[in-house]
C-alpha cells in the first residue's frame, strides 16, 4: 500500500479545502455533499452525537451561520492507498478565546468522489 502518494493526497488535500470554505461560509449544500449520504455515516460534534446522514442534514440546515470562522493549525491529511484518507486538524475560533478545537475526518473516495464518512469535533482548553 502506498502511503501519501502525491496525487492522491492533492486530491483529499483540494476536497479538505473545499469543506473548510463550505463550513466558514455556511455553505450547506457543499457542506451536505461533501458528507457521504448513507445512514452509517457519523459526526461527533462538540455538543451533539450525529448518526447518519439524515440527523447531519438537519443539524447544518439548523445551525446559526454566525461565528463559523477560525484559523486552522497542525493540520495532517494522510493517505492510504488510492481511496481512504484521514484529516487532522486543530482550530482556533476568536468567539472562543482560550480554547481548541479538534477535528478528524476519515475521507473514502466514491464513484462521485471524495465523501466524509466520520467526523469528530470536540473543543478544550488552550495548553
Given at each position: 500500500m502506498v502511503i501519501d502518494d502525491p496525487?492522491?493526497?492533492?486530491?483529499?488535500?483540494a476536497a479538505f479545502r473545499a469543506y473548510e470554505a463550505a463550513l466558514t461560509g455556511n455553505d450547506v449544500p457543499v457542506l451536505e455533499?461533501?458528507?457521504?449520504?448513507?445512514?452509517?455515516?457519523?459526526?461527533?460534534?462538540?455538543g451533539e452525537n450525529l448518526y447518519g446522514m439524515e440527523?447531519?442534514?438537519?443539524?447544518?440546515?439548523?445551525r446559526a451561520p454566525a461565528g463559523l470562522m477560525r484559523?486552522?493549525?497542525?493540520?495532517?491529511?494522510?493517505?492510504?492507498g488510492r481511496d481512504l484518507a484521514t484529516a487532522m486538524t486543530l482550530f482556533t475560533r476568536d468567539n472562543a478565546p482560550g480554547k481548541v478545537g479538534r477535528q478528524s475526518q476519515t475521507w473514502v473516495r466514491f464513484p462521485e468522489g471524495w465523501?466524509?464518512?466520520a467526523a469528530h469535533v470536540s473543543v478544550i482548553d488552550a495548553p
Open positions: 496525487a492522491v493526497k492533492a486530491e483529499v488535500e455533499a461533501l458528507f457521504h449520504d448513507d445512514p452509517r455515516t457519523i459526526r461527533y460534534g462538540a440527523a447531519i442534514r438537519a443539524f447544518r440546515r439548523a484559523a486552522l493549525q497542525d493540520t495532517v491529511i494522510t493517505t492510504y465523501r466524509v464518512v
